[in-house]
């Protein structure tokens, strides 16, 4: 009777020897990329910000009292979420809520707190315009060295450069229409066709009307613009043969431009529509609203309806 090993011994047998011939050699590990990197001494824990740039004004001041929930969280700007919303949101960035007397263009201008619109809002308060921050965090004295010594040494940015002025084309941000007396205001939603805001308001026939136009630039003042034009058409994708009519500055509410018009041009049941163009001085092109690239509605937003 001959001896024999069983199937599944063998088996085992050989794994044991493969095994132990695998323990003999070295394993090599392929080079790490990241070894030769130096990562200095330096304790992170020990680190800090200069308290006179951008980074050390949002770590100690913008994320600490302003950028609070229902504040500049992100609700409305300035943007104090991060260090670059922050300066992005105040350097050379246009102000929306002004002076009475309209003094101020920036809420930040390099090297000039008492142009910064910052600077006003943070040192002092009235009716108009709430001391902040709003929460009641006054600044301490330091807080606003470092400010003023921030805006005074350029308002630098995260990384220690300049900002450079921008110049953008001009902005054409509203209009209204009303009577040569300003009693009388006809482009409100009630007085437009159906009760529809985009609509043409409705306008008598051989009528005097003022288009209040509002714009705004960021190098520009607004009585230095230049091109102030409103034109009107029959159809609302070719002026090539409309009526030019120039505007007039008017020096109400920071600054408007006045188109006067007479309904008499056209008749009863017509629709008008009309285009502003304005040009910053800088640019190569009139800034137009209307343009030929925007929806209807944007045209029959722009247009009156001559009725009896």
């Not at 050390?56 to 009292?65: A, F």
């Not at 306008?203 to 607004?222: H, K, Q, R």
């Amino acid at each position: 009777m001959k001896n024999t090993i069983g199937i599944a011994p063998l088996i085992v047998l050989l794994a044991l020897v493969v095994g132990l011939g695998a323990c003999d050699r070295e394993e090599v590990l392929p080079p790490n990329p990241y070894d030769g990197i130096d990562y200095g001494s330096e304790d992170p824990d020990t680190y800090q910000s200069d308290p006179n740039s951008i980074v050390g004004i949002y770590e100690n001041i913008l994320s600490v009292k302003c950028a609070n929930p229902g504040c500049h969280d992100g609700h409305f700007e300035p943007d104090y979420r991060s260090i670059q919303s922050s300066w992005s949101t105040l350097v050379y960035h246009q102000i929306v809520k002004n002076t009475a007397d309209s003094a101020y263009t920036f809420r930040v201008v390099p090297g000039d707190t008492g142009a910064s619109m910052l600077w006003k809002r943070i040192s002092t308060g009235n009716a108009q315009l709430q001391q902040m921050p709003a929460t009641g965090q006054t600044l301490t004295p330091g807080e606003f060295d470092n400010i003023r010594t921030w805006i005074e040494n350029g308002a630098r940015d995260m990384f220690g450069n300049l900002p450079i002025l921008p110049n953008n084309e001009p902005t054409i941000l509203a209009y209204v229409a009303y009577n040569p007396s300003f009693t009388i205001r006809y482009d409100e939603t009630p007085n437009r066709l159906d009760s529809l805001f985009y609509n043409p308001f409705k306008v008598p026939a051989n009528t005097d009307i003022s288009l209040v136009w509002l714009v705004n630039d960021d190098s520009t003042a607004i009585p230095d613009m230049q091109f102030n034009r409103m034109r009107l058409s029959l159809d609302p994708d070719d002026f090539s043969n409309a009526q030019d009519v120039n505007a007039f500055y008017f020096n109400i509410a920071g600054g408007v431009w006045i188109a006067p018009i007479n309904t008499g041009s056209w008749n009863v049941g017509e629709t008008v529509y009309f285009r502003y163009y304005i040009n910053d001085g800088d640019q190569s092109f009139n800034t137009e609203f209307p343009r030929d690239d925007q929806p209807d509605p944007y045209k029959t937003f722009a247009s009156f309806y001559i009725t009896p």
